[in-house]
């Protein structure tokens, strides 16, 4: 099959002279050599397309993909991980993850909490800030409260100091976030329990949870919050331990909440669900990750893949084949 990879190289973002910040997102270069070897490995033939801009001047030339493996972040708007799926809908050309729709709602994180409260399943209860003195409903959270932005991944605009304990704190977080980076804040009670991610591959009926790493800050980290300097430098902050269901009724319990949140959220293919457990040992959904990062030794899903016996190599093998089972007869008419 040929398949056309979309990415968005985080040294182009850097030598074009953004942030370390701005670029946390984006994909390292041996991410997509990795991703690159693994589908020649499996039989395909591969064709780098790059970035959103990079795409649409390819698309305006005329070249057309059975399938491309897409994992674009974007740089702009509250819709950006949506512009890549959103232009291969629009010449009918499958890729992998999430739809248009589920990409925008499940970087919105008060939309996705919201749609997770309606679907019964535990969230910790928030609030949604658009204005430095937007703090009237704020009243009905208990602190401690953790205030980020909305709309950011890899922990962006979250450190130690995201944990408040009063309204002067949370005056002054939030006025942080919303000047700097231009979008509401999202404010939630903080959950003092365990943290898990869990890994989840395939879509709907079909998605399973392939495992559940809790996340244990060491003594040399950030505490109590996962924040984007602990995201940053993991290898050293992080301990990304694997724990199984079976003999252990809270992992059991995150992993039934996580399958639920990815199907009816829509998430397709593979990602990941966020959750803490609250003081009762409940766990709770944070936030999902229909767009994961697939760095083989440094993101989440492959590492987890990896600690239960699993290839680099199957697990893109899993992801392409849930998206051929569902874009059968798109691919099918793609490759005539």
């Given amino acids: 099959m040929q398949i056309g990879m979309t990415y968005d190289l985080r040294d182009e973002y850097l030598a074009a002279g953004y942030s370390e910040e701005e670029t946390a997102e984006f994909d390292r270069a041996d991410t997509i050599d990795a991703i690159e070897n693994a589908l020649r490995e499996l039989g395909h033939r591969t064709d780098r397309i790059g970035s959103a801009k990079q795409l649409l001047t390819r698309l305006a030339r005329g070249d057309r993909w059975e399938l491309v493996f897409n994992i674009c972040e974007g740089l702009n708007g509250l819709g950006r991980e949506a512009q890549v799926p959103a232009m291969l809908d629009v010449y009918r050309i499958p890729y992998t993850f999430a739809d248009p729709c589920v990409m925008s709602i499940c970087l919105n994180k008060g939309v996705t909490k919201s749609i997770v409260l309606n679907a019964g399943l535990l969230t910790p209860r928030f609030v949604i800030v658009d204005e430095p003195m937007d703090f009237a409903a704020v009243s009905t959270l208990r602190f401690p409260l953790l205030a980020k ?20 704190e949370l005056k002054r977080v939030c006025g942080h976030h919303l000047r700097r980076y231009a979008q509401p804040v999202l404010i939630e009670e903080f959950l003092p329990g365990r943290e898990f991610t869990v890994g989840i591959l395939g879509t709907g009926t079909r998605a399973c949870c392939l495992g559940t790493f809790e996340i244990i800050l060491l003594d040399q980290a950030e505490p109590e919050v996962y924040s984007y300097a602990n995201k940053e430098r993991c290898e050293e902050l992080v301990e990304y331990r694997l724990v199984l269901a079976t003999g252990d009724a809270q992992v059991q319990q995150a992993e039934e909440v996580a399958l639920t949140a990815w199907r009816k959220l829509g998430c397709r293919d593979g990602g990941r669900i966020d959750l803490r457990c609250d003081a009762h040992g409940c766990p709770q959904f944070l936030e999902a ?48």
């Fill in 149 to 168: 932005p909305i709309a950011e991944g890899t922990g962006k605009g979250v450190s130690f100091n995201s944990k408040v304990h009063d309204t002067d």
């Fill in 289 to 336: 990750n229909p767009l994961a990062g697939l760095h083989p030794s440094h993101s989440d899903l492959p590492m987890i893949a990896t600690a239960l016996g699993m290839s680099y190599v199957e697990l893109i093998r899993r992801i392409v084949d849930s998206a051929k089972c569902r874009c059968k007869s798109a691919i099918k008419g793609q490759s005539r």
